[in-house]
């Protein structure tokens, strides 16, 4: 079923431009099969090469050259995920289930679990009184002045770029979604539980046939580039200077969806392998919207082409933003704060 959470959780009068988009939530099979057999064949051919390389011997560099194309492509799985978990990769709630956990086993991530605590994050971005769903943990300024030492210091290490981007995502995909989210219910469960002994027997055949070393060497750096390219999609998506924020009584869902989300012009061949999802403004206003119409939309509803672009570029400057300023209505680095007491 294709829903949008945001309707589930909030009685805000629809905006006039909302009732435009309707149009281009309705999935296309012909579109997604072509998506999903040609992303499908490709990812396994790049495996194919990556394990061929091992086995006779290449050098080492030549099989992480591979795993960054490999990567890539994993990351354009993981929008099929996505789009499942919203219902509306292809029309039939069957298959999206099926696909999605399919692509769920192959991307380490529970089908069950994470559409819950994705469907959270819809209803909850840029709340600030609702923090926690699925999202980059971000304090306020007065948050942070008032915290303790311990926890001012955890908070550095996490937001820290050589965390956040490195060991952070890998244990994410790695090692926490080897268990279900806070709040689980018991669907959500057994999708971790089926997800993750699933992933022991692909695990199992491929020691048996290629050898776990091999499997190691070929999905270990293939998974950690892809979920460090994940994480950074997902941190510029909402960590960006004018991102909205406002207090729950204050939020407004359309406002969070165009100012709070971010529209990632990147080139045609990351847009590609990205699954488009750099239009995720256009996602937050209609989470029904298959990746493969997210820029029809963009381009054919006026509205949401008031968002101004982030570039690659630009994107990086976000890197240090650490604290969201409720005075300025702004996000800072830790810098600003120099010389500001704490209360």
Known sequence: MVFNPVLVATHVEKPAWYQSLGKYAQPNNRIATWQLLSTLILYFCILTLMVFTVKAGYGYGITLGLAVGAAAVFVRIFIFFHDCTHGCFVHSPHWNRNIGYICGVLTFTAFHDWRRSHAGHHISAGDLDRRGFGDITTLTVEEYLAASPWERLKYRVYRSPWIMFTIGPLYYFLLRNRWPSPGAHKQDVHSVIYTDLSIAVIMALAGWTIGFKTYVLVQLPILFI??????????????????????????????????????????????????????????????????????????????????????????????????????????????????????
Not at 228 to 255: D, S
Not at 265 to 283: A, C, D, E, R, T
Not at 308 to 315: G, N, Q
Request: net charge positive; aromatic share 16%.
């Open 226 to 343: 892809a979920a460090t390219f994940g994480v950074w999609l997902f941190y510029i998506q909402h960590q960006f200077q004018g991102v909205y924020w406002a207090r729950h009584n204050e939020w407004n869902p359309w406002r969070a969806a165009l100012e709070g989300a971010s529209f990632y012009q990147l080139p045609k061949m990351l847009q590609w392998l990205s699954g488009n999802i750099g239009f995720h403004h256009v996602h937050h206003a209609r989470p029904g919207i298959p990746n493969y119409y997210l820029q029809k939309c963009y381009e054919e509803v006026p509205e949401l082409q008031t968002v101004p672009p982030l570039t690659i570029a630009s994107s990086l400057e976000c890197v240090r933003f650490n604290l969201y300023d409720e005075k300025r209505r702004e996000m800072v680095s830790f810098r600003a704060l120099k010389g500001k007491p704490s209360p």
